[in-house]
């Protein structure tokens, strides 16, 4: 069913299981080896051959856990922002950091960062751990 019934372009989401390059006794098998490995490789299988993401089934919800690993973040924040979120893609040559305010409706985008150099290195990792990045306020 169509999203987005006006849109000039559509858009398809199709895992392995419908490509004509792979055999299904190869996806089954390769099903089976994740399962016998275990769960990294599993959600490794997931994500990659059926094109999901993966999603942890716990009951485990400690909040006293999450609320004592808040931290104050020094910027100025939109009055509409319930939390701060933050993710890094990491590349061959850079880490790329954002944080992101989320509303209830629309997310914000409050800081970039890309920090330059081998994400190889280890002195280059071993300088992230613990600290904070230094990162460009956008607003």
Not at 16 to 44: H, M, N, Q, V, Y
Not at 65 to 70: E, G, N, Q
Not at 101 to 126: H, K, M, W
Request: glycine share 6%; aromatic share 8%; proline share 3%.
């Amino acid at each position: 069913m169509a999203r987005n019934t006006e849109a000039k372009k559509r858009g398809f989401h199709l895992n392995a299981l419908a490509s004509p390059w792979e055999k299904w006794a190869k996806i089954i098998d390769e099903f089976k080896e994740a399962k016998r490995k275990g769960i990294e490789t599993l959600k490794t299988w997931v994500n990659t051959t059926l094109g999901e993401s993966w999603e942890e089934k716990t009951n485990d919800q400690d909040h006293d856990k999450l609320i004592s690993r808040r931290i104050c973040y020094e910027c100025e924040v939109p009055k509409d922002v319930l939390e701060l979120t933050s993710g890094v893609d990491v590349q061959d040559d850079r880490l790329e950091v954002e944080v992101v305010g989320n509303a209830s409706f629309d997310p914000f985008v409050i800081a970039v960062c890309r920090q330059i150099g081998s994400s190889l290195e280890l002195p280059y990792t071993d300088n992230l751990k613990g600290t904070t990045i230094e990162i460009r306020i956008l607003i």
